[in-house]
């Protein structure tokens, strides 16, 4: 009787051990098919409730992905028409050029030498200023609308390091294009010299 209680005994903590297996076996398949219902739903469920209804979140992340790509080549514009701007640029070298052409057209031989200077020299200069005020106008306005950006957009969202700085050069290199086109334009910067 004794070696049956013992069988028994045995018998029974064999059951309980395959049991155990059992549950084992089962938690670790629910856990395996818990892991892979949470991809599909997360991707499926990205910008749609599990009601079918839009929500916000999908909103914001299609928002935010492409927004620095956008800021980025604003900014990059920017200093680059900053540079353009203290360069003179090409389209400020042809205006000159015709200004110049323009000027010896309408200057009569007989005009004084002032004038003569005024017009085949003052005038092309200045048309080189107005070029470069406009670039520089335009990479200052340009640098300040991707730099005041980020306050008008999706709250949390982070403007990226480098799309500041080169936003700051550009309107950095705005403003002084800017003052040394107005500075040119008067003549306050090398002026025309005096024909007497």
Not at 15 to 41: G, I, N, S
Not at 141 to 154: D, I, K, M, N, Y
Not at 162 to 177: R, Y
């Amino acid at each position: 009787m004794g070696t049956k209680t013992v069988d028994e005994a045995g018998a029974e903590t064999g059951a309980e051990a395959t049991e155990a297996k059992r549950d084992e076996e089962t938690v670790d398949v629910t856990e395996k098919d818990a892991k892979d219902e949470v991809t599909p739903v997360t991707e499926e469920t990205d910008g749609v409730d599990t009601d079918g209804e839009d929500s916000d979140l999908g909103e914001v992340v299609e928002e935010s992905r492409p927004a620095g790509v956008g800021l980025g080549a604003g900014a990059v514009v920017s200093a680059a028409l900053g540079l353009v701007s203290l360069t003179g640029g090409w389209i400020g070298t042809v205006a000159a050029a015709r200004q110049t052409l323009v000027g010896q057209l309408e200057t009569a031989s007989s005009a004084s030498v002032a004038h003569q200077i005024q017009a085949v020299y003052g005038d092309p200069w200045q048309a080189t200023a107005l070029w470069a005020g406009l670039f520089a106008l335009a990479a200052l306005v340009t640098g300040v609308v991707v730099l005041a950006r980020p306050a008008f957009g999706a709250p949390g969202r982070v403007q990226a390091p480098w799309i500041k700085s080169v936003a700051w050069a550009g309107v950095t290199l705005g403003v002084i294009g800017l003052l040394l086109a107005v500075l040119k334009y008067t003549d306050a910067l090398l002026g025309l010299p005096s024909a007497s």
